[in-house]
């Protein structure tokens, strides 16, 4: 049985694919990319597209773990979005949850979420259904956790190959969400070759009742269907999304959205 989420909106739209036989499409957009009033219309447009939960990226200068796509929409974001201080950031969001009833999980780095307070700032205002802290250590996740669950907000935890029935199982333990990296090392690799990930999730399953998504490397429809037909409850896309900000393509952004989308359908078949 599935552990409970503290977010309505996430049980309600995990629900929803559920019953449907589909998996969950979740965009990573970034707050701000190009500018903030065109960001704002291309997560709309996103949403309208097939987009199930926005992972919401908060603009960082020192995007560290992330590919060179994804820092390029960090710099547009922070140059372009008039973003000098977290009030910019607070009023973005709070205008994107009055447009969208869909899921909004919060990415960032510990520096912008965490030790600002902006995470639990955006958690009091209800205005996010998740966090997620790529750079945060499980214990600062868990930290975060105790802050922000009462406010309806769940706090995703990470998980990946290379870690030990140990590590899978501390992750696992209080997480309502985990993220199952298919690979180590930055976002958007192009060279990345994704095997068989069935295996991830299997041991993700072990270990929790939790949803369990994937992430990293699922830049085409096809690889959203193999992490679908993997077993994951859901497909996080990220740089070829942004890439597609960055070229200016909002239609061909829309299309490649609805064509994941169709791809998380467990009635699909394998062409």
Known sequence: MRKGFYSRRNYEISQQAEEKGEGL???YLIAGDPSFDQSMELVKGAVAAGIDIVELGIPSRYPYL???IIKRGHKRAIQNSQFDSDNGL???????RADIDNP???MGYKDELVDSGLGVRLAEEGVIDGLVLPDCSLREQNDVHEKVCRYGV???RFINPQMTDSELAAAGELA???YAQSYIGATGNPF?????LSELCRQARQHSSALVIAGFGLRSPARVRMAIDSGFDGAVVGSAFVARCENGEQDYLYRMI???KLQTSRCVKKE
């Not at 607070?90 to 994107?96: D, N, P, S, T, V």
């Not at 990345?192 to 068989?196: P, R, V």
Request: avoid cysteine; charged fraction near 25%; proline fraction near 0%.
């Open 25 to 27: 499409l979740i965009g």
């Open 192 to 196: 990345a070759q994704l095997e068989d």
């Open 154 to 156: 769940d706090v995703v």
């Open 176 to 178: 309502t969400i985990l």
């Open 90 to 96: 607070m009023e973005y969001a709070r205008q994107l």
């Open 66 to 68: 992330d590919g060179d």
């Open 258 to 260: 609805a064509d994941m």
């Open 104 to 106: 909004i999980w919060a």
